[in-house]
């Protein structure tokens, strides 16, 4: 790690060897026990988790966008994330993102806030893929498919999924955002229900004297702009919890 005074920002972060969570699905789901997808499940949670309790929201949660470590789960590419203070209806991303993992209300009005819910809506579909080892919606007409969210549908369950995985999903997805659970029951009910442990438990603990303050816990406010600036077509972050925050 370095310091410039480049025009061009470079951040170099863990390598993800199994590749995208769409592509891992496809070629590991049949070995996958129900042990190891609500892991996967709980992977992304705690990422999720952890991103809310800073009031940063995703934006562009999909499969394409949780990588593949050793058998972790990782979220990455913030290009479309936010502190949840600076969203207004304006705000460039509200209605960006893959149709598959947008909730209802962003086609249902342009002038709609994105918030913690539309996350939560997000790893709703992403906890049914990985339930399905498939895509959401592959069998759609791409140019229905917006006014088929719209109107309510939605994936079916798997056959042989736990009932409470799949009632947890379908809340999550629930087309009323005030319905949805927030991170933390999402959590604990993936957590406790499939006797789960966080994938960050064991990590060292931290020397308090050296901690630093909420403020500096954040991402810096301009990193959303380092796309425009940069030659390269995509800045992809990698959240292993502590690598952004923390280092």
């Not at 498919?145 to 549908?153: A, Q, T």
């Not at 947890?168 to 005030?178: H, I």
């Not at 959590?187 to 990590?203: A, G, H, R, V």
Request: contains cysteine; neutral net charge.
């Amino acid at each position: 790690f370095n310091l410039t005074d480049s025009e061009y920002y470079i951040l170099v972060l863990e390598y993800a060897n199994e590749g995208n969570l769409r592509d891992y699905l496809k070629k590991n789901f049949t070995s996958l026990k129900w042990n190891n997808k609500s892991q996967m499940a709980l992977d992304i949670t705690s990422g999720l988790k952890f991103l809310h309790s800073k009031e940063i929201i995703h934006r562009d949660l999909h499969s394409k966008n949780i990588l593949v470590n050793n058998g972790k789960l990782l979220i990455a590419d913030f290009g479309l994330s936010k502190k949840l203070a600076d969203i207004t209806s304006n705000s460039m991303g509200n209605n960006c993102g893959v149709i598959e993992y947008i909730e209802p209300q962003c086609f249902k009005s342009i002038k709609y806030k994105k918030d913690k819910k539309s996350d939560i809506y997000s790893l709703g579909v992403l906890l049914w893929e990985i339930s399905s080892g498939r895509p959401p919606f592959s069998g759609c007409e791409r140019s229905l498919l917006k006014d088929h969210i719209k109107d309510g549908n939605r994936e079916e369950p798997t056959e042989g999924t736990p009932l409470k995985y799949q009632r947890l999903y379908q809340k999550c997805w629930d087309g009323e955002p005030k319905s949805r659970p927030d991170i933390e029951e999402v959590y604990e009910i993936l957590k406790t229900s499939f006797d789960l442990q966080s994938p960050y438990l064991n990590m060292p603990n931290e020397d308090k004297s050296s901690k630093t303050d909420d403020d500096d816990l954040t991402i810096p406010s301009n990193y959303q702009n380092l796309n425009s600036r940069s030659k390269f077509n995509k800045l992809i972050v990698l959240i292993n919890i502590k690598i952004i925050f923390f280092y």
